[in-house]
């Protein structure tokens, strides 16, 4: 359905992209836009956002893991961002193809530390899932994939038509939202979230997403790498309202193996509320064997 989104009024285009950091490069499906940082000869780590946030999430991780001697490589999943809004289904098949051709186009062949947060960790469990021998360790922020309770409204905005309208009239509400457990303590995050809302495509890419990645349907991945040999960290903020701290026994439940590491005063953005612990627990696993 061709649905012109309110708000979404420029082209995602190079002279958009003139003024953005980081990197870009073709892919099969698009665009991508990334930063890589670190010693050339350093273990890669890649860092993968969640549902809508692009990679500046990862600020205070990328900054550390860097400094700590990794090769730190963080991207906008394809929709966010400056990255390329498809006209494709965002399933997992496009956010995994996505990464693929990412790590092949950057040169990087040896298998690599996977971090992925909320619905980033699911991309990362089943990139682990699909390709075994690329994934050396996983870490899981707060990872979506399992079943939760969800609004009034989210069997709504996968019904066509209804959806889009949703999104188009109540969306900047629901999107623009904090998940921190003290948001006054982050005053700007969400000035910056707002630019990217404004290139058309972006409220289509999280429809789609919605609508087609089963963004709790991930339980056998999870039991299937944890048949696996990857050492896993989970880590979770007690306070995630978004996807709420008792959904990590699920997780341990299916990676009996993990090592688990609850976030205190944290939300669902524990690396970010709480960099001074997850940190060092970041570069003490990746570093660990």
């Known amino acids: 359905m061709d649905y012109r989104f309110r708000g979404e009024t420029q082209v995602l285009d190079a002279a958009a992209r003139a003024s953005a950091s980081g990197s870009f490069v073709e892919l099969a499906d698009g665009i991508t836009h990334y930063e890589l940082a670190g010693p050339a000869q350093g273990q890669p780590v890649v860092l993968v956002h969640g549902f809508s946030v692009p990679y500046y999430i990862w600020d205070p991780t990328f900054a550390a893991l860097a400094e700590a001697g990794f090769r730190v490589l963080r991207y906008d999943l394809f929709g966010r961002g400056y990255s390329g809004r498809p006209e494709a289904m965002y399933n997992q098949d496009l956010f995994d193809r996505q990464l693929l051709d990412l790590l092949s186009s950057l040169v990087i062949e040896k298998p690599v530390n996977l971090v992925g947060l909320s619905m980033g960790g699911l991309v990362v469990i089943n990139f682990a899932d699909r390709h075994p021998a690329l994934a050396r360790k996983l870490c899981l922020v707060d990872p979506a994939g399992f079943p939760l309770r969800k609004p009034f409204y989210a069997g709504l905005i996968r019904a066509p038509f209804l959806g889009e309208l949703m999104l188009d009239r109540l969306g900047d509400r629901l999107l623009v939202q904090s998940d921190f457990y003290r948001p006054a303590r982050f005053p700007g995050f969400a000035d910056r979230y707002r630019p990217q809302m404004k290139y058309i495509g972006f409220k289509r890419a999280l429809l789609s997403t919605i609508r087609n990645m089963e963004l709790e349907g991930g339980e056998g991945a999870y039991r299937r ?55 060092p627990l970041l570069v003490r696993f990746l570093r660990s064997g």
Do not use: C, M
Not at 242 to 253: D, H
Not at 254 to 260: G, K, N, Q, V, Y
């Open 225 to 279: 790498v944890g048949r696996q040999k990857q050492p896993v960290l989970l880590i979770w903020g007690r306070e995630d309202g978004t996807i709420p701290f008792p959904t990590s026994e699920r997780v341990k439940a299916a990676i009996p193996h993990l090592e688990f590491q609850a976030i205190d005063e944290a939300g669902h953005l524990p690396h970010y509320e709480q960099p001074q612990v997850v940190n």
